[in-house]
């Protein structure tokens, strides 16, 4: 018995060594290189690209389909579109995309599954993510995010609080205007800027509790909770199999990478292919550690709608297939 409980302490303990560590590098690299594009791009630019209309929600969605990020690691590309002021409903359209519909889920997806099962999946994904960022945008769900995120502006644009005859020298013109020197627009004088690692850095440090919360719960779940509940409560026989592995996808943080050799697997053991489609889109789609770290951005109606529509398609998705499959 002794041998068992510290087998699975030692499971437990590697799986919350290796993803905080993995997940901490994604983490700050994907923030370095978003703070890098917030010095380059034009925010009016951003704006326009992915305004609330009808080609701003098709470039959101096409742009989470080429990032090929995790659930965790979208999050700071996401806060960098909310930075740049984007059209909420695009923003959110690439949070529900980045992670579902990428190419390394659409490759292990194709030779995991196949190809019809593959297109289908890709296409509710596809269609689920941009009704729901439209959706969430028609109800005026833009005031539930954090006011830390939902107002920041450059601190050399706020107005001076003395008298701008006195606060303002000739040469402290506004750096919300085109620089005039062509030497500080140079492209490596940006991009290896210390404010820019400064940061990042702090940033990082601020989601440092998220993240370990949130993967501390992950590899609870991994180490102490049998692996053959799925496969005894997901079963062809069970009716409720479908909505039952979308529930426990979540805290179970599956990549949709492991399904590789997890799929076959589930199947061999009498798991339906629904059911595991649902596990995946709920694992990789409304993670338990990327929920608690978009609480720090997003308020509670965000959070819950949040998990309404991944849990919803995940359960969608997975019918449509059991009903044709």
């Not at 509710?124 to 439209?134: D, E, K, Q």
């Given at each position: 018995?002794?041998?068992?409980?510290?087998?699975?302490?030692?499971?437990?303990?590697?799986?919350?060594?290796?993803?905080?560590?993995?997940?901490?590098?994604?983490?700050?690299?994907?923030?370095?290189?978003?703070?890098?594009?917030?010095?380059?791009?034009?925010?009016?630019?951003?704006?326009?690209?992915?305004?609330?209309?009808?080609?701003?929600?098709?470039?959101?969605?096409?742009?989470?389909?080429?990032?090929?990020?995790?659930?965790?690691?979208?999050?700071?590309?996401?806060?960098?579109?909310?930075?740049?002021?984007?059209?909420?409903?695009?923003?959110?359209?690439?949070?529900f995309t980045s992670p579902l519909l990428?190419?390394?889920?659409?490759?292990?997806?194709?030779?995991?599954?196949?190809?019809?099962?593959?297109?289908?999946?890709?296409?509710?994904?596809?269609?689920?993510?941009?009704?729901?960022?439209?959706i969430l945008e028609r109800l005026g769900f833009e005031k539930y995010i954090n006011k830390e995120y939902s107002t920041v502006e450059n601190s050399c644009c706020k107005k001076p609080t003395q008298n701008i005859r006195f606060a303002i020298k000739k040469e402290d013109i506004s750096c919300c205007s085109s620089p005039i020197n062509p030497k500080e627009s140079n492209f490596w004088k940006k991009v290896f800027n210390k404010d820019i690692i400064i940061k990042t850095w702090k940033q990082f440090l601020s989601f440092v509790p998220y993240i370990a919360i949130g993967i501390g719960i992950g590899a609870f779940v991994h180490g102490f909770v049998p692996d053959n509940i799925i496969k005894e409560y997901a079963g062809e026989n069970n009716i409720f199999a479908v909505p039952f592995s979308a529930i426990i996808g979540i805290p179970l943080y599956i990549r949709a990478s492991t399904m590789v050799g997890l799929g076959p697997e589930l199947i061999e053991s009498g798991v339906n292919m629904g059911s595991i489609l649902a596990l995946t889109i709920a694992g990789a789609g409304a993670s338990l550690p990327e929920m608690i770290m978009l609480k720090k951005i997003f308020k509670m109606p965000i959070m819950i709608a949040f998990v309404i529509v991944v849990f919803t398609m995940a359960i969608g998705c997975g019918y449509l297939v059991n009903l044709f499959f």
């Open positions: 018995m002794f041998n068992f409980t510290f087998s699975q302490l030692q499971e437990a303990t590697s799986f919350f060594i290796f993803g905080f560590m993995e997940l901490s590098v994604l983490f700050l690299g994907v923030s370095f290189f978003v703070e890098i594009l917030n010095e380059l791009m034009n925010p009016k630019k951003v704006q326009k690209i992915l305004s609330s209309n009808r080609s701003g929600y098709l470039i959101a969605s096409a742009l989470g389909s080429i990032t090929p990020f995790c659930s965790c690691s979208s999050i700071p590309l996401t806060m960098g579109l909310i930075k740049a002021k984007a059209g909420f409903g695009p923003i959110m359209t690439f949070l990428n190419p390394i889920v659409i490759i292990v997806f194709f030779i995991t599954f196949g190809l019809k099962i593959t297109l289908i999946y890709s296409l509710v994904a596809f269609i689920a993510s941009i009704m729901a960022g439209y």
